[in-house]
């Protein structure tokens, strides 16, 4: 036929937006003093130069590189989505600083990875961690050192988990409850460890827990 009503059609159409946007994929981000702070930091050329803002920009699952330097954090870091937040070179050399008002990091999400930091000079506030306060997440190979008041504070969710740290030179140790495992505790003018699990550790002071196993 020479004509066809498309009245129909067009109504439906009306107001419709058929621009098709992609679900934003699973992506690495990453973090350095020399990167040029460019969104959605996902290389080191454009990496963010600052820990609060690429948590801010990434999603449930992704991994966050961090290069080696001395990063001086005013108030907590807080790490509240299941990320990882992974340093490039190691807790050597890549170091979260507190302001030494204030605790250094805060860990609030059971799938939150923290690894490979130094994490020193918080001070303990209200009873949270100076070094970590580590609500669920799981923190390791990281050392913690010259914090003042509890490196730790675990609280009592099985989520909440240490591993493979060291925990040296602090006013306190580690306290609360939380699985704690193949970490050393020495030299602290309190190296006294509280937690529902510690495994293959070495302690220099009292250790307070429902189970403790292979450990010294």
């Given at each position: 036929?020479?004509y066809r009503d498309y009245t129909a059609v067009e109504a439906d159409a009306a107001g419709q937006d058929f621009i098709w946007t ?195």
């Amino acid at each position: 036929p020479a004509y066809r009503d498309y009245t129909a059609v067009e109504a439906d159409a009306a107001g419709q937006d058929f621009i098709w946007t992609p679900v934003p994929g699973i992506a690495e981000r990453f973090v350095s003093p020399s990167g040029t702070h460019e969104a959605p930091y996902t290389n080191w050329t454009t990496a963010a130069t600052s820990l609060v803002a690429v948590l801010e920009a990434a999603s449930a699952g992704e991994v966050i590189w961090v290069t080696n330097a001395t990063y001086d954090l005013n108030e907590p870091l807080i790490v509240d989505k299941a990320v990882t937040l992974q340093s490039a070179c190691g807790a050597a050399v890549t170091i979260l600083r507190g302001s030494g008002a204030a605790g250094v990091l805060q860990v609030q999400n059971a799938n939150a990875v923290i690894a490979g930091f130094t994490i020193e000079q918080g001070r303990e506030n209200a009873g949270t961690g100076a070094g970590v306060q580590l609500n669920e997440g799981y923190v390791h190979d990281c050392i913690l050192r010259d914090n003042e008041g509890q490196a730790v504070v675990m609280s009592n969710s099985p989520a909440a988990r240490l591993a493979n740290c060291l925990i040296v030179n602090n006013t306190a140790a580690v306290g609360g409850e939380g699985v704690m495992i193949n970490c050393t505790v020495s030299s602290n003018v309190q190296s006294d460890v509280s937690a529902a699990l510690v495994y293959n550790s070495i302690v220099d002071g009292t250790i307070t827990a429902p189970e403790i196993r292979f450990t010294l």
